[in-house]
């Protein structure tokens, strides 16, 4: 492995660390605060089950982190990481709540901005719409919860022992599915940015557990994230459990169980595929932040008490950081990408051509586009996203679905099936027909990614996809994830 | 699993406690009863021992529970109040001891007229110290009932207030006694009465802490 990669990594361990630090302070927080459990104890199963939550279901939201902006080159990885890491560092530093979520997402809005890359609207609406309705309905499932228990504790007239034991049993509990969900949400903010350009490759355990690059890639962050617990978040943890609302135990565990369901809900792809099944609408997989979730849920206590306690003044800040922690992160980075490209020499970013040529012009015809939409452009090339999309936007407004599929198929990436990196791909995760088909390819060069996906698609059906619906969504996605391998694998260096 | 055996056997601790401190109240009435009727005597002396067996295991089941509570950090939150509650409810014992030492080391001279509120005025303490047991039993296990057992330790403690005034008004308008003998008669009033006192001082901060519990 190159070691220049493993230096750009470095950034987002340290924004995993920092993540560590602060977030698994919201997951154990009151439980260490109302000194329910030992720091030591907590710490320890909050790193297992976070690593844990990190390789087993992490690819679900770090797929959206993904589709936001692909940061193309490393350097631009290891800038946005860093920007967003700085981001978390300097607000907890100042005493303000962070959420990694918001930096991440403002380092990567910075780096699209500066590589003229266009930000999905579509995504970015997504993650917007989460951070609004995390909160409320992390502080909606904290009141029925809060109501529930206290009923059942009502009826059940429990020993103050026994009450005592449970609670603690259910705080180790709840805490280790919060930790589960933290890494699985959020290890997509701490090394999504890298999935495009991991150093990883994928390889396979006695051709039966498929380990992909991304899953090494966040068995790493995992790692990072478990040592920013142990090593700093006891001071954050004690300041969570006594600077908020003063809790109970037991609402200490309505709070935790509350931001866990929240962030599981986001993140798992098991409950979508379920969802899916049963023909049912599918919540987005997004990252969202668990310290909003965990503000929400204590507001949803504090207001259920009647607003008492609650210190509005401390809630008008924590707002004020939502919305500055996102602008500092872009700033840094944008300004820390223009230093690395000019002073350090560095490619930030690979720059994405587009360019409507014949075979272009075929394929939108072919995918039904009116002629008249790509009229005038005929043959010319455009150096950006953002080029490309003004000068669409000058000549015709074209529905978005119309312009995504135009983008998607106009957008140059030239690959060469290299015989010599066959190899590489050969790790028991393909099929035996797709491995055949892209055999049959060995040597081809494709200018365009969907070409490449054409190709394969004739030389073997196991490369087809299946009918739009969403009972193969999974089947479809995970179509979608090979070839964005084989993209990766195959690129032509530039 | 080991958590809820070892929270079980907690329980059976404090309730052990709760009994001992109910019963030394019960025997200490059949004491003083024993002293009004036959005076100092072996029936006495038998249930001043039985108090004093019950105040010394009670104390050391007090001293275990509370070093549990620490050691195993259980119930952060009402530890403190717990470890409050249970020295109050001792120091109710140790009262209920004391006042039976006196009568054995002091052997007072109770003239007829006085036995029938002696009687009345220990009635009343004894009826508030297991009022108070009840009001601590629902704090463990159900501490929204504890208001319901409360009233009645306030109302015992006044009803006890009320005889011990009578009395003491009556032994100082005996023209016939010396007054080192109303003094005697008056501090014998004022032991009894004290457990009373207690009870209420205890029945009020259990009421604090019951408070505490419901936030």
Request: hydrophobic content about 50%.
């Amino acid at each position: 492995m190159d070691i220049a990669v493993l230096i750009f990594l470095t950034s987002g361990l340290f924004l995993g660390w920092s993540l560590g630090a602060n977030d698994a302070a919201n997951v154990f927080g009151t439980a260490v605060g109302t000194r329910m459990i030992r720091f030591s104890t907590a710490a320890a199963i909050c790193g297992v089950f976070v690593i844990l939550g990190a390789v087993i279901s992490g690819a679900g939201a770090a797929h959206t982190l993904g589709r936001l902006g692909s940061v193309n080159a490393l350097a631009g990885s290891f800038m946005a990481a860093f920007s967003a890491g700085l981001a978390v560092y300097v607000m907890t530093k100042f005493g303000l709540p962070v959420s990694t979520t918001q930096a991440i997402v403002g380092a990567i809005i910075g780096w699209n901005l500066f590589s003229e890359t266009l930000t999905d609207t579509n995504a970015m609406t997504k993650i917007l719409a989460t951070w609004v309705v995390s909160p409320l309905l992390a502080a909606v499932i904290a009141i029925l919860l809060f109501k529930l228990v206290t009923r059942v504790l009502r009826i059940a007239k429990l020993h103050i022992l026994r009450t005592d034991a449970y609670t603690r049993l259910g705080l180790v509990l709840a805490g280790a599915f919060g930790a589960y969900s933290l890494g699985a949400n959020n290890i997509g903010n701490v090394m999504g940015v890298f999935i495009s350009s991991s150093p990883f490759t994928d390889f396979s355990l006695a051709g039966w557990v498929n380990v992909s690059s991304v899953q090494q890639l966040f068995l790493l962050g995992g790692l990072a994230i478990a040592v920013g617990v142990v090593t700093y978040s006891k001071r954050v943890m004690l300041t969570v459990g006594g600077g908020l609302l003063p809790l109970s135990p037991v609402a200490a565990w309505v709070v935790v169980m509350a931001h866990s369901i929240v962030l599981f809900l986001f993140a798992s792809q098991g409950l979508e595929r379920l969802l899916a099944s049963y023909g049912l609408p599918t919540i987005p997989l997004v990252p969202v932040s668990s310290s909003q979730a965990v503000i929400g849920a204590v507001l949803g206590i504090g207001l259920l008490k009647g607003g008492r306690g609650l210190r509005w003044r401390l809630l008008g800040g924590i707002g004020a950081g939502w919305l500055l922690t996102p602008v500092i992160a872009g700033v840094v980075c944008m300004v820390g990408l223009f230093v690395m490209q000019n002073v350090f020499n560095q490619q930030v970013y690979r720059p994405v051509a587009y360019e409507i040529s014949q075979p272009v012009i075929d394929r939108l015809a072919r995918a039904g586009m009116a002629p008249g939409a790509i009229s005038g452009l005929e043959g010319r090339r455009f150096a950006s996203a953002v080029r490309f999309d003004r000068a669409l936007d000058a000549k015709e407004r074209l529905g978005p679905e119309d312009k995504a599929k135009l983008m998607a198929y106009a957008e140059l990436d030239e690959m060469t099936i290299d015989p010599g990196r066959l190899g590489l791909v050969e790790t028991g995760w393909l099929t035996i027909g797709q491995t055949r088909a892209l055999r049959r390819l060995s040597g081809r060069t494709f200018t365009h990614k969907w070409m490449l996906a054409e190709a394969l698609m004739e030389e073997s059906a196991g490369w087809k996809p299946l009918a739009d619906n969403m009972a193969n969504k999974a089947y479809n996605k995970e179509l979608g994830d090979k070839l964005d391998f084989l993209y990766r694998t195959f690129r032509a260096a530039r | 699993m080991a958590l809820f055996r070892r929270t079980k056997a907690l329980e059976n601790e404090i309730d052990e406690f709760l009994d001992k401190l109910s019963e030394s109240a019960l025997v200490f009435r059949q004491a003083i009863e024993l002293y009004l009727s036959d005076g100092p005597g072996a029936g006495f002396d038998e249930k001043l021992r039985q108090v004093n067996e019950l105040e010394s295991r009670a104390d050391q089941l007090r001293r275990g529970i509370e070093t549990q509570l620490y050691s195993q950090t259980l119930i952060p939150e009402s530890r403190g109040d717990v470890l409050g509650l249970l020295e109050n409810l001792d120091s109710i014992l140790n009262l209920l001891e004391g006042t039976l030492w006196g009568f054995s080391i002091e052997t007072p001279d109770i003239p007829e007229e006085f036995v029938k509120d002696y009687r009345g005025l220990t009635e009343m303490a004894v009826l508030s110290v297991e009022a108070i047991v009840m009001a601590s039993r629902a704090f463990f296990r159900d501490h929204e009932t504890v208001g319901d057992h409360m009233y009645k330790v306030m109302f015992y403690e006044k009803e006890a207030d009320k005889v011990s005034t009578k009395l003491k008004r009556e032994i100082f308008g005996q023209a016939d006694l010396h007054l080192s003998h109303k003094m005697h008669l008056k501090s014998f009033t004022e032991h009894i009465d004290n457990v009373a006192d207690k009870a209420e001082d205890v029945a009020d901060r259990l009421s604090i802490y019951a408070i505490k519990r419901s936030i």
